[in-house]
């Protein structure tokens, strides 16, 4: 199995689980202007700091098992778990605060979030 096959699958799973958590929270789920964001910055970090972790000599991947496309010196295949985690984690985040507030609330309606 290859890096690319691994990281697809964990991907894959995260985008299944975090929309079902969206269509079962039937409320309204995070901003995606905010997922973007949060995108952007993890993509940033993970280009960063697995550069400066290969370049030490902290790990390194065994080439037979890469696409071969890198940034910095992170390949492509270390960007699907940040992705994964910024897909996955609103949706949760939105599903465990609205089952808290249910049980904190038990008689109140389908009525608008409270901040």
């Known amino acids: 199995m290859t890096y690319l096959q691994l990281a697809a699958c964990f991907l894959a799973a995260a985008a299944v689980?975090?929309?079902?958590?969206?269509?079962?929270?039937?409320?309204?789920?995070?901003?995606?202007?905010?997922?973007?964001?949060?995108?952007?910055?993890?993509?940033?970090l993970t280009a960063v700091f697995d550069t400066v972790m290969i370049a030490t000599g902290l790990f390194h991947y065994s080439p037979a098992h890469l696409l071969g496309?890198?940034?910095?010196?992170?390949?492509?295949?270390?960007?699907?778990?940040p992705l994964a985690g910024a897909l996955l984690l609103p949706p949760l985040w939105t599903a465990l605060r609205a089952r808290r507030r249910a049980r904190a609330h038990p008689g109140e309606g389908d009525g608008e979030e409270r901040a």
């Open 69 to 81: 496309l890198h940034i910095g010196l992170a390949p492509i295949e270390d960007f699907a778990y």
């Open 17 to 44: 689980c975090g929309i079902a958590l969206t269509v079962a929270s039937r409320r309204y789920g995070p901003r995606p202007a905010a997922v973007g964001l949060t995108i952007l910055a993890l993509f940033l």
